[in-house]
């Protein structure tokens, strides 16, 4: 596996990105919802093609208002319009950011875990040949290994 993660990140780049992040979500907070698993799935979603479409629905409510309904409330569509202008924007760079944190730690740990398995195989080699203290460090080690009681009550098995 290739070493893709060889930087550390200072610490204070870290409390100052804390800080901002926290600044940004206590600025938005007011103006966030939250919506249910069941509401997320119900109400239509709107893509890229439709937001052109809502936009010409709205220049042409401006343009031939003689065809919208009674019903419609055409200032709650223009001002949920602009919403949706003002955070899109955001939500990408939010989304890239999100990606890089993802992947970035993602990578970190498979190189983590890859190296911390050649030191647990280096121990349980050790071990079977008897090396003084490698006996302890496998029998730590191992139980990330050990598998969960199966319902007919046997005993747990190591995955090694």
Do not use: H
């Not at 870290?14 to 901002?20: G, K, S």
Request: glycine fraction near 4%.
């Amino acid at each position: 596996m290739d070493n893709k993660i060889n930087f550390s990140i200072p610490d204070d780049v870290i409390v100052r990105v804390r800080q901002l992040l926290t600044e940004v979500t206590t600025t938005l907070q007011p103006y966030l919802i939250a919506l249910t698993p069941a509401e997320r799935q119900a109400i239509p979603k709107m893509s890229d093609k439709t937001v052109p479409f809502v936009e010409k629905t709205l220049d042409y409510c401006t343009s031939a208002p003689q065809f919208a309904p009674t019903y419609m409330d055409r200032d709650a569509l223009a001002a949920d319009m602009k919403v949706v202008n003002q955070l899109i924007p955001l939500f990408r760079v939010v989304k890239q950011l999100s990606d890089g944190l993802d992947d970035t730690s993602m990578q970190a740990g498979a190189e983590s875990y890859v190296n911390a398995l050649s030191y647990y195989n280096s121990v349980k080699q050790a071990a079977k040949k008897d090396v003084p203290g490698a006996k302890a460090i496998f029998e730590d080690l191992s139980k990330r290994f050990v598998k969960a009681r199966s319902g007919n009550g046997s005993s747990p098995e190591s995955a090694d």
